[in-house]
């Protein structure tokens, strides 16, 4: 019959206006309820994807990377950074700059004075955090950093990039179990 | 007998050299030097009497610093033929021309696909092509003074021939670019350059207001030029068609691009190996997967590592879902196209989506993933992954596609529109070097997954679509055929895929590469994407091409546009399923 294609095209439209509504009611805890914020889709989905952006947001999966970020010991205070520049030396855009302090007679001690991180120019790829022998660099999964002025606000200094480890360990738990039982076993094997 | 001419009888059948007398004057393993005046005629030999009919890929390598190269023939133009008929290749036939004046004769007339390409290298690098049917700059503008990928030109911003740069560590007192270089010498002006009286030089030119050819009658017609694009949402970018017109009716049509041009190939120059992995997300970046692979296979073959079994699966399962989401993605965009404004389109997103949720556990990023290395995967899956890939690729993917079929393949509106619109037959497909579905959409099987396995593509069994409309109803069936494939070579991995090693060896930031060339081409979801790359075993490249199928398919779209109507070539386009950020590069 001509027009049942059209037709067929109409009830896959209805039928999805349909499951939105059914996958809502049957999404416990709700998402118009106490939880509003978080949004996890998945496969079991039937209906249209849809997160009302800022007031939900989707979950972030471990790995999601976005601006690198500086680790600083909880109880030393010690930056993990030794100013190797594996970093700044990987980075593909360049955005990495890092000044090695010295001791008073000038030698190079391994500790960076300054780091700064150009956000604006910044591609994301996670170099910087797999190739840092030390895991002293890691990326953020922080991703709302508009600002009015791209100077000074998105070059980032030492200060600016630095976060303790405690807060590394949050936000990837698995990846910091792992590399500490690595550092523990390295520990032992001495 | 010298061992020049022993590599040389090695490579070249003795027949070629009486086919056309004087016209190699060398080979070697890495292609047969072609003497420039007899170009033309033994190309016209190699297409009619050995069956090359398919040049893939054209490009330029300036010469001038590679070590033991003579500067003064510093131009080189490297043809790499492929055979259809015969899936044979890559035949490497390079010309070379003087640093004065480079000049060499257009291949366009043996095969027209050579049209925009021959046009890039006359743009980057400055060789003029005579006989070139309109050379033009194809991605700067005209008034560009230079051609940005000799080896001596020096970008705006310039810093160092090759990254990393010196002044970022160990005493990386942060500066601005703009503040180091507001006008300094890398910034290039023509001698007789003056501001006030300079005037940009003229591209096209309006045609005469002539009477119509047709003759209509007593009415009064004239053709008419329309700019379609760059702003237009039809063009998916910042593309721009030169239409002319006659009624509705398409008489001529050029494609303007460049809009997002930044040189890849120049910063893929100044990057080194491993840098150049997450810029390859930014080419096609609705399949970063496959560029990435492509990439990486290429420098893995020049080093001549392998990555270990498990990597393979995942590279390839990776592969896969991505030529899934970008097939989703263009059968979604092309009923927009046809005006079902965004709810089919929607729909089809929607499963795109999910794929793109399993990248972003994989690698971290959505689109721009940086997952591929050389010798293996950035990282292994993550607890959990294989799981809900498969709950996509057993489960929800096929049902996906089926429902798409459900509402489109036989929707009475879709039929009118698509059926016999944009005809171009298989063989005028293969002159205009058209590749991926575009060309099984032509009734010509040639799947490179088939003809040359790469990866680990022969463990797997899978079809290659072949349907003969020759049209864009043809090019959306093709489509929703290799989704059902991939999903059936997801499915296949995902029940095969061992546990071990994702890296072969240590991995490291700054890789050796030995010097030498490389052609690599993988079938990615919009056609042939190759790697061309030469190294002279520094860190950096020396010269890195991207061959980008969504640029080398648009030559034919002048050819498959004339004729229909000015609401076809939109539907058209979309069918050959563009991305600007790999045609301009």
Redesign the interface.
């Known amino acids: 019959m001509f027009g049942l294609g059209v037709i067929k095209g109409f009830g896959v439209t209805l039928k999805h206006f349909i499951e939105t509504y059914i996958d809502d009611v049957k999404k416990i805890p709700s998402r118009y309820g106490e939880r509003r914020g978080v949004i996890e889709q998945g496969p079991e989905d039937r209906g249209l994807f849809t997160i009302q952006y800022p007031e939900e947001r989707r979950a972030l999966p471990e790995r999601f990377r976005y601006i690198p970020m500086l680790l600083r010991d909880d109880e030393t205070g010690e930056d993990r950074c030794t100013a190797c520049g594996i970093c700044a030396k990987v980075c593909p855009p360049q955005c990495i700059w890092i000044v090695r302090d010295k001791d008073e007679n000038g030698r190079p001690i391994t500790r960076p004075a300054e780091f700064y991180i150009d956000a604006s120019i910044c591609m994301s790829c996670g170099f910087c955090a797999e190739f840092c022998p030390f895991d002293a660099i890691k990326m953020n999964h922080d991703y709302e950093l508009a600002a009015y002025e791209r100077y000074p606000k998105l070059v980032y200094d030492k200060e600016e990039l630095t976060v303790p480890v405690s807060y590394y360990a949050r936000l990837y738990p698995t990846q910091y179990a792992e590399e500490e039982k690595a550092r523990a076993d390295k520990k032992k094997a001495k | 007998m010298s061992q020049a001419e022993a590599a040389m009888t090695a490579t070249v059948p003795p027949r070629w050299q009486e086919a056309v007398p004087g016209a190699i004057l060398s080979a070697d393993a890495n292609g047969i030097v072609v003497a420039p005046e007899k170009l033309v005629e033994f190309c016209t030999y190699l297409r009619d009497q050995e069956g090359y009919d398919y040049l893939s890929n054209v490009t330029g390598v300036d010469y001038l610093y590679y070590p033991g190269r003579d500067a003064s023939n510093r131009f080189e133009v490297v043809y790499h033929l492929y055979s259809v008929k015969k899936g044979s290749g890559p035949l490497v036939l390079k010309a070379r021309a003087p640093a004065e004046n480079p000049e060499l004769p257009s291949v366009t007339s043996v095969w027209p696909g050579a049209e925009l390409q021959e046009d890039e290298i006359w743009d980057l690098y400055g060789i003029r092509f005579r006989g070139h049917p309109f050379l033009r700059r194809i991605l700067l503008w005209e008034g560009f003074h230079g051609h940005p990928m000799r080896k001596d030109y020096k970008e705006a911003f310039y810093e160092e021939e090759g ?3 010196s ?8 500066v ?1 670019a703009e503040d180091r270089v507001p006008w300094h010498d890398n910034v290039n002006y023509p001698d007789d350059f003056d501001p006030e009286t300079w005037k940009e030089p003229v591209t096209f030119q309006a045609p005469p207001d002539e009477p119509s050819q047709d003759g209509n009658g007593h009415l009064r017609t004239s053709r008419i030029v329309v700019n379609m694009g760059p702003h237009h949402p039809s063009t998916h970018g910042v593309f721009r068609m030169v239409v002319t017109l006659e009624g509705e009716t398409v008489v001529s049509l050029k494609p303007v691009m460049g809009y997002l041009h930044r040189n890849h190939e120049k910063i893929g120059e100044r ?2 190996y ?6 390859t997300d930014r080419l096609d970046y609705l399949s970063p997967m496959s560029n990435a692979l492509g990439y990486v296979l290429a420098v893995e073959k020049l080093m001549g590592i392998k990555p270990p079994e498990r990597a393979e699966y995942i590279r390839v399962i990776m592969a896969e879902l991505t030529r899934i989401a970008n097939h989703f993605w263009s059968i979604g965009f092309l009923l927009n196209d046809l005006g079902a404004y965004y ?2 389109a ?2 089809a997103i ?1 499963e795109r ?2 794929i793109l ?1 399993l990248f ?6 959505r689109m ?1 993933c ?1 997952y591929m290395r050389f010798g293996g995967v ?2 292994d899956l ?2 959990g992954w294989l799981e ?1 890939c498969s ?2 690729a057993f ?2 993917l096929p049902r996906a596609i089926d ?1 798409l079929e ?3 393949t ?6 009118a529109r698509c059926k016999g619109v944009g005809y171009l037959s298989g063989e005028d497909m293969i002159r205009y070097s058209v590749s991926g579905p575009m060309l099984r959409a032509s009734g010509i099987p040639y799947d490179i997954r088939k003809v040359e396995p790469y990866s680990i593509y022969d463990r797997f069994e899978f079809e290659v679509p072949q349907f003969d409309g020759c049209d864009v109803y043809d090019r959306y069936r093709v489509r929703v055929f290799e989704i059902r494939q991939s999903i059936k070579i997801v499915q296949q991995a995902l029940k095969q895929i061992p546990e071990g090693e994702i890296q072969a060896g240590k ?1 490291a ?2 890789v050796r590469v030995p010097p030498g060339e490389v052609y690599f081409r993988i079938e990615a979801p919009k056609g042939e994407l190759g790697y061309y790359i030469v190294s002279d075993g520094k860190p950096n490249p020396y010269r890195y091409r991207v061959r980008a199928p969504s640029f080398i398919n648009l030559t034919a779209l002048e050819p498959m546009s004339i004729g229909y109507k000015v609401a076809d070539t939109i539907i058209i386009l979309g069918a050959i399923d563009i991305v600007l950020g790999e045609t301009d590069r």
Not at chain 2, 360 to 365: H, I, L, W
């Open positions: 990254k990393p740069f002044s970022r560590w160990p005493e990386g007192h942060h601005w990057n080194t491993i840098m150049n992995i997450p810029y709810t089919p929607l729909y929607r989506e999910l949720d972003e556990e994989a690698s971290g990023a721009l940086n950035a990282r993550p607890p809900k709950d996509l489960k929800r429902e459900h509402y489109l036989h929707n009475e509106i879709v039929l991995k930031y700054q």
